[in-house]
């Protein structure tokens, strides 16, 4: 099972450790959902995902300070018995000195953010959502070309990364060279990612390894990208018959999305970075409502359409 660890956590959401004595390094988050425990506050426990990082907002807070002292120490002895991940406090709240003694006592971690709850709520469980996400490595190139992900496979020495470099000199971005980390962040969106090892890496048979964000500078690089579109090279085979017209769709399925794919065959003379930035652009008017092949269908239909009225008036 996918997971994270608390530690990764702070790190990227820049929370405020308030138990620092607490050993979190064998902590880990393995679900994207969060939890309010405001019915658990109110003593409802059935149901309850100890599993789910929980956080407390203002609405619980209040909740919290209206609390006698006996109250106080049934309802967060009840809630900190069971092995929460942690509870992050929102806008800057701060728990009272006997919500921390009894977290220190059971081990559970307390964090703090400054920022509200809302915006960490959608935030966290963005974040989470991508790093938990079913993953796959596949081999392949992924560009980021005019805004669309493209990502690029064949069979090994085909060109994939010579296209790459070039798509990268006409001012597009790398995500990631040979091993692209797939993530389905949802039924509609595969995220693309590189491994951290070859992060910003090319190889070039003939020359070896080159590091594209030292050579092209920062713009030519991105850590991330949702893919949109698959390009398929391979090598050109003249028996075959190849789609000219594009009137349907091709697919290929990672994880049980569907990827709209083209299959492009190779020769000599061929330049794959305009095939790649053309397939792109064209891709992009399709989802903007605009398709040429179905527009040349319709122009031909409509011609074919005024010859017989021509020749029934004759």
């Known amino acids: 099972m996918a997971s994270v660890s608390l530690r990764k956590v702070i790190e ?29 506050m109110a003593g409802y426990f059935e149901h309850f995902d100890v599993s789910r990082l929980q956080i407390i907002g203002f609405v619980e807070y209040t909740y919290m300070e209206s609390l006698d002292e006996l109250q106080k120490r049934e309802i967060y002895g009840e809630l900190l018995s069971y092995d929460l991940p942690c509870i992050v406090f929102c806008r800057d709240l701060k728990p009272d000195s006997l919500f921390l003694q009894i977290a220190n006592k059971q081990q559970i971690p307390i964090l703090s953010t400054k920022v509200s709850t809302s915006a960490f709520m959608s935030e966290i469980i ?6 938990l996400a079913p993953c796959i490595s596949v081999h392949g190139v992924l ?7 493209v990502l690029i496979t064949g069979e090994s020495g085909i060109g994939k990364s010579e296209a790459a470099l070039e798509l990268i000199k006409r001012g597009h971005r790398l995500v990631t060279d040979d091993v692209v980390e797939l993530r389905k962040v949802s039924d509609e969106t595969l995220v693309g990612s590189a491994p951290d090892i070859t992060k910003h890496f090319i190889e070039l048979r003939g020359i070896g390894i080159i590091d594209v964000k030292a050579l092209f500078g920062a713009s030519s690089v991105k850590d991330t990208q949702q893919v949109d579109l698959v390009i398929r090279l391979e090598e050109w085979d003249k028996d075959k018959e190849y789609d000219r017209l594009g009137l349907e769709e091709n697919y290929t399925e990672y994880l049980g999305n569907k990827i709209v794919c083209h299959n492009i065959p190779i020769r000599p003379g061929r330049n794959l970075a305009i095939i790649c930035e053309s397939a792109a652009v064209n891709h992009r008017q399709k989802k903007m409502g605009y398709n040429a092949a179905q527009e040349l269908y319709t122009r031909v239909q409509n011609s074919l359409a005024r010859r017989r009225d021509e020749e029934d008036d004759d």
């Open 12 to 40: 990227k959401m820049k929370l405020e450790n308030l138990t620092p004595d607490i050993d979190i390094s064998n902590i880990r988050i393995t679900q994207p959902d969060i939890n309010r425990p405001a019915l658990q």
């Open 126 to 131: 963005r974040w989470l959502n991508v790093k």
């Open 143 to 149: 560009v980021d070309v005019y805004g669309e992900g």
